[in-house]
């Protein structure tokens, strides 16, 4: 019986730190990771989905596509909305939603991470806030370069937002994306609007398979997060349209 009792406490003390790891990797944040861990085989981008329309009714596609991709009602509007800002502000990058919600799926499962759900005002609750990056677990140590303005963390930096954006980084590609003035890690549109920015900086076109995974390694130089993030946003696309 005693025997039992330990091995059952074992499998609970493992059970946990999966869970750590599992979490520590998908809110490390872009631009966190030294290089990348493994080689990347580049081929094309994920398979074309057709754009939106720029009359699409984004709250109305958005509810119709949840279900079937899985994706909340309201993230997926804030990334359907992103593919027309974008396309706006850069229409050469054919940078799509899909793409989006691979990255979105795979930095906080659709800012659902931690129990977070996001309310009609586009803000995750509770906010969406990742490790301490101390340069374990494959990071870089990054120290504080906001004064924990955004992540609370005066001392190191860590990952913030549904698309885990460094401070520093967001200083860069910080977007208003719901139009309210204010441009916020943690509000869905915001978020997913600068992740648009940084996937197509530098005159990147998301539809050309080089600069498709050069982006996505911009957001985080993992080989493996790459292949997930090219998985989901296909999976996207084909469960969009049927």
């Known amino acids: 019986m005693a025997v039992r009792v330990v091995l059952s406490m074992l499998g609970v003390l493992f059970a946990g730190v999966l869970v750590l790891v599992v979490l520590a990797t998908l809110v490390a944040g872009p631009g966190s990771r030294t290089s990348p861990s493994d080689p990347v085989d580049r081929d094309a981008p994920p398979p074309a989905v057709a754009p939106l329309g720029a009359d699409t009714d984004v709250v109305a596609w958005s509810r119709d596509a949840a279900g079937d991709t899985r994706i909340p009602q309201r993230t997926l509007q804030a990334y359907a909305t992103a593919e027309l800002r974008q396309r706006e502000r850069a229409p050469e990058c054919r940078l799509s939603w899909s ?13 659902r991470i931690g129990g977070a759900t996001t309310g009609p005002d586009g803000r995750a609750d509770p906010p969406i806030v990742g490790i301490a990056l101390d340069g374990t677990d494959g990071t870089r140590r990054i120290a504080d370069t906001d ?18 954006f460094l401070p520093e980084t967001w200083a860069r590609y910080s977007a208003d994306g719901d139009g309210d003035g204010v441009a916020d890690p943690q509000q869905v549109d915001d978020a997913a609007l600068a992740a648009a920015g940084l996937l197509c900086a530098g005159g990147r076109d998301a539809g050309d398979g080089d600069d498709w995974w050069d982006g996505v390694l911009a957001y985080n130089a993992s080989g493996s997060y790459a292949r997930d993030v090219w998985s989901a946003a296909d999976y996207g696309r084909r469960t969009a349209r049927s």
């Open 147 to 164: 004064g924990g303005r955004l992540d609370g963390d005066p001392v190191l930096d860590c990952a913030v937002g549904p698309m885990q």
């Open 99 to 111: 793409t989006l919600a691979g990255i979105g799926r795979g930095e906080s499962r659709h800012a």
